[in-house]
């Protein structure tokens, strides 16, 4: 599985961003998708994922103001960012789990928002 993903960018507190994370190969073997973020100098934690049956789960860092979500048909993932904060500045990736083999991680998208 390859996953690209793109939408990063710099944005004003209070703004948005839209995230993709499309996905190609075997994606039949994925069960799970989701977003993680890197802050400069900390650990990659967990933003949000989503399962194939739609349920979703998200940090209480970014309950309310991020939703996750999927195209089936364009194999996409998405994260849409809103009242984005100073603190949400970081590298985002996607990420997916799969039935067989390690997961997948996409090349990171920069997020950049200023005060």
Not at 104 to 108: L, N, V
């Given at each position: 599985v390859q996953l690209q993903a793109s939408g990063g960018g710099l944005v004003q507190?209070?703004?948005s961003l839209r995230l993709s994370c499309?996905?190609?190969?075997?994606?039949?073997s994925i069960y799970v998708m989701g977003w993680y973020r890197q802050?400069?100098?900390k650990q990659r934690?967990?933003?949000?994922?989503?399962?194939?049956l739609g349920d979703t789960n998200y940090a209480d860092s970014?309950?309310?103001?991020?939703?996750?979500?999927?195209?089936?048909?364009?194999?996409?993932?998405?994260?849409?960012l809103n009242s984005?904060?100073?603190?949400?500045t970081a590298v985002y990736y996607c990420n997916a789990l799969k039935t067989t083999g390690p997961p997948?991680?996409?090349?990171?998208t920069?997020?950049?928002v200023s005060s």
């Open positions: 507190a209070g703004g499309a996905a190609s190969g075997s994606i039949t802050a400069p100098g934690d967990l933003v949000a994922f989503i399962t194939n970014v309950k309310g103001r991020f939703t996750i979500s999927r195209d089936n048909a364009k194999k996409t993932v998405y994260l849409q984005l904060k100073p603190e949400d997948s991680w996409g090349q990171g920069l997020v950049t």
